[in-house]
């Protein structure tokens, strides 16, 4: 039998774990609003996963599967706007007979940030300190490519 009071502290901690989820997603809106206003129009995703299921296998299909996903944090084109938004990567281990070696193939599937499980929002948000710093270095990379173009029209 569940004891009432189990269900009590439960339903109190279900409510303040909800205002603060609206609270995390009123940050990432917030964050969201500054990065497009900048216009930047670059897509940068964080080389470090925020969450990885290592490598699996899937006995219940044959031969069985060996495979992984990876969960990135980046900032892309995504329904129409600039956004933060979450890449689960996909790396599936399949063996080549003819070669006799393992290829990895990848797929791709994108989410805006606002939309992703709580613990993921969770995960990214803890990470945004790193992740703007990377967004910095990306940028700055960028614009030296620009510039060096540049450079190199006007010797002509």
């Not at 609206?22 to 917030?30: D, F, K, Q, V």
């Amino acid at each position: 039998m569940v004891e009432t009071k189990s269900i009590a502290e439960l339903t109190d901690l279900a409510k303040q774990l909800n205002l603060q989820s609206n609270n995390l997603n009123r940050y990432i809106t917030a964050l969201n609003d500054q990065l497009a206003s900048l216009n930047l129009g670059l897509e940068y995703w964080d080389s470090e996963p925020i969450e990885s299921t290592g490598e699996r296998y899937d006995s219940s299909v044959s031969p069985p599967r060996k495979f992984e996903v990876d969960t990135f944090l980046g900032y892309c084109e995504l329904e129409d706007e600039w956004q933060l938004a979450i890449k689960h990567t996909t790396t599936d281990h399949e063996w080549n007979r003819d070669d006799q070696m393992e290829n990895l193939v990848q797929e791709d599937e994108y989410t805006p940030l606002l939309k992703a499980s709580r613990d993921i929002r969770l995960k990214a948000t803890e990470g945004f300190d790193g992740f703007l710093t990377g967004l910095i270095a990306h940028t700055k990379a960028q614009l030296a490519k620009i510039q060096r173009a540049e450079k190199a029209a006007k010797l002509k």
